[in-house]
């Protein structure tokens, strides 16, 4: 008898344990819901953003998070946007040039009203980054940050245009957020907000929120096969002017489109900004 309550009390204790084991390992919880411990996501972290492991596919998690030959490649520009518009909002003349980081992060709000007509002046940052195992797997992440927030906020698109013959895993591989003053919002892969092509080239139209004041960073993270590599080609176009949803997605993927990625139809290039793109072959 004395035998058999010491047992229970043993198996009692033994499930305690492992429940809290259990718990314990649960360090850190992605938007979709995926577990990782702390050495998976410290592993992950060597290479992603707490962004890009927020929003990766659980396709991509599990191939990755205990692999420990990641490495990354990324390319980084940072441009200067201005803009004149008359007193009806109407824009005149908007010019984008590249500039130095120093330039770009030093750069205070410039707003200058001559006359009737308003100018304004803002400064972004475009990374791609693509992160690669020993196997076959490569993830692309193109993040446009802007370091001061621009005055016309409608349809931006941030896209990849793939130049060989990879192809992405599943839709549930594509996935892009906004975060505007520590506020997210989730784009995903068979959403409307998304066009693809051929497996392989993804866009996304963001819909800048008008009431953004501090900060505003946009992303789109892509997880690829990729047995020859990713040649990758990233940009981020900035609407000029008031544009719909469909109008945003009115382009083709082409290497003599914006950026070397938008193609957009005659009736809404012109909308616009044509910042150059990003490129990272790896």
């Not at 084991?21 to 592993?43: M, P, Q």
């Not at 962004?51 to 390319?75: G, P, R, V, W, Y």
């Not at 907000?193 to 008008?210: D, L, R």
Request: glycine share 6%.
């Amino acid at each position: 008898m004395k035998i058999r309550y010491l047992l229970i009390i043993f198996i009692f204790v033994f499930i305690i344990a492992k429940t809290d084991n259990v718990y314990a390992k649960a360090y850190f919880t992605t938007k979709n819901g995926y577990s990782l411990t702390k050495e998976e996501y410290d592993n992950l972290s060597s290479v992603f953003s707490p962004t890009t492991i927020s929003i990766l596919s659980n396709e991509a998690l599990d191939l990755l998070k205990n692999d420990h030959t990641l490495s990354k490649k990324e390319d980084t520009k940072y441009y200067r946007f201005d803009e004149w518009k008359d007193n009806l909002g109407n824009v005149i003349l908007s010019t984008n040039i590249e500039v130095d980081k120093e330039t770009a992060e030093t750069f205070h709000n410039d707003f200058d009203r001559s006359g009737s007509d308003t100018h304004t002046t803002s400064m972004k940052s475009l990374t791609l980054q693509v992160v690669q195992n020993d196997q076959s797997v490569r993830v692309a992440t193109l993040t446009n940050t802007w370091l001061s927030i621009p005055s016309t906020k409608s349809f931006d698109v941030i896209g990849l245009r793939i130049n060989n013959t990879a192809s992405y895993l599943t839709l549930s591989s594509i996935s892009g957020v906004q975060i505007h003053d520590g506020i997210t919002i989730n784009y995903y892969g068979n959403g409307s907000n998304t066009k693809t092509s051929n497996s392989k080239h993804v866009g996304i139209s963001m819909n800048i929120v008008n009431n953004v004041t501090n900060s505003l960073q946009n992303q789109l993270t892509v997880v690829y096969l990729a047995a020859q590599g990713l040649d990758a080609y990233g940009a981020y176009q900035h609407a000029k002017s008031d544009v719909t949803l469909s109008q945003s997605q009115n382009y083709s993927f082409s290497a003599n489109g914006k950026g070397g990625v938008f193609k957009f139809a005659n009736s809404v290039n012109p909308k616009y900004d044509d910042m150059q793109g990003v490129h990272v072959n790896f």
